[in-house]
């Protein structure tokens, strides 16, 4: 070996560097590990949706009657009264009249003129009728009293005079509906829409009637559906008014998740805009789903949560109709629970375990654990507080690993 060493020295030198490299890449080493300590803290386990304040009352103000409306005058956020006037409703114009409804519209008019002459002239024929049964009778009469025509024919000549009566009664009522007919015709003529545009622009007023539409409540204006004047149908909405001081937040969660909550339960908004977060109470879980396409393109069942506020009002008054807000339901809640972070769990033997860094040695242990939230799991067994947890375990790590710490 010695004359190896002094003959060739270099050779040896490097045959003992690659004998300890060897010896070293093969020698356990540690893992770098981060640990976590487990603490009491309190835990709070919530589902978090996204949600938007409501009015809780809304008024649709819709057209009573067929008309045209006026130019609306009020704006989205005015201010309204019970009993104020909001617009009015002014009636339909008349058609305008082609050459061929005119033509007819004139025939009617000739024939309605035709009709009243005929009843016209009935009317005299029934007059003079009546005249004679009532000439006819005076003249039975004084016979009658003589006793020289018999009881019989005096009562035909008073049954006559009645009878005439009534018919020339019959014929001037013929003769009133007549006139009336015309008058329809002629109407027809005379109020079509360029005739009353020409009658407006000599006149400049016209005694139209208008029908009012008042506000039902004190509140503002949501919504405008029509702002500009024009004909509406009966129903068509026309105005949404409401109290912006009496809000309630609606928000859509998933319906596993409904199930887990009950009414009266608390719930927290943040992200509203504010500079604390606000407090509510769960009042209506509405039992009916809707599906809903997510983001991802994953068909959801949905569920309608209402909830009032319980904050004072003077701290959301800012909100107003459909604004957006962070809902945070409290499934459950406990202010000293042993934790630790759900990335130190892992399955094992059907259950949980984690690793616990003891004088630099990982050691598995089988844990019970009870709530999670997204972050953080209660312990009910298992371990103890302070015990240093590795957080985020990889492959490498195994019971009885050497391990140090970041």
């Not at 504010?274 to 069942?301: C, D, F, H, M, N």
Request: hydrophobic share 40%.
């Amino acid at each position: 070996m010695r004359p190896l060493l002094r003959e060739h020295p270099l050779i040896v030198l490097i045959a003992i560097l690659l004998s300890g490299l060897i010896i070293w890449g093969f020698w356990p080493q540690s893992v770098r590990v981060e640990v976590v300590p487990a603490s009491y803290a309190p835990l709070t386990i919530t589902i978090e949706e996204e949600g938007r304040t409501r009015v809780v009352d809304r008024y649709v103000i819709a057209a009573p009657v067929n008309g045209v409306t006026c130019r609306q005058q009020l704006k989205v956020g005015d201010s309204v009264t019970q009993g104020q006037v909001l617009l009015g409703i002014t009636p339909l114009e008349s058609q305008v009249l082609d050459p061929r409804s005119r033509a007819e519209a004139e025939a009617r008019l000739a024939s309605a003129e035709s009709a009243l002459h005929a009843a016209q002239e009935q009317a005299r024929a029934a007059a003079a009728t009546a005249q004679l049964a009532i000439t006819e009778r005076n003249r039975l009469r004084p016979l009658a009293d003589k006793n020289l025509i018999s009881r019989e024919i005096m009562d035909k000549a008073s049954t006559a005079v009645q009878t005439t009566a009534a018919a020339k009664r019959s014929a001037d009522f013929t003769v009133e509906v007549a006139k009336y007919d015309r008058e329809a015709a002629r109407t027809t003529l005379q109020y079509s829409a360029s005739n009353q545009n020409e009658s407006l622009n000599t006149a400049g007023d016209t005694n139209e009637e208008r029908v009012l539409v008042r506000s039902p409540i004190n509140g503002k204006i949501l919504k405008i559906a029509r702002q500009c004047e024009g004909p509406v149908a009966t129903g068509e909405p026309l105005l949404e008014i409401g109290d912006p001081s009496a809000l309630e937040i609606e928000v859509d969660v998933l319906s596993a998740d409904a199930v887990r909550i009950a009414p009266g339960m608390k719930v927290t908004f943040d992200r509203w805009g504010g500079e604390q977060p606000l407090t509510g109470i769960v009042r209506i879980i509405e039992p009916i789903g809707s599906t809903k396409i997510s983001a991802l393109g994953v068909e959801e069942q949905r569920v309608l949560i209402i909830s009032d506020f319980t904050s004072p009002k003077a701290l959301w008054q800012r909100l107003g109709d459909g604004y957006r807000v962070e809902a945070s339901f409290i499934i459950w809640h406990q202010e000293e629970v042993l934790q630790i972070p759900n990335s130190s769990l892992f399955r094992y033997q059907n259950g949980w375990a984690l690793f616990v860094a003891e004088n630099g040695t990982a050691r598995r242990r089988k844990i019970t654990i009870g709530q999670r939230n997204g972050l953080i799991a209660q312990v009910l067994e298992g371990i103890e507080a302070g015990e240093n947890i590795i957080n985020h375990p990889s492959d490498v790590i195994n019971d009885g690993t050497r391990v140090r710490l970041k």
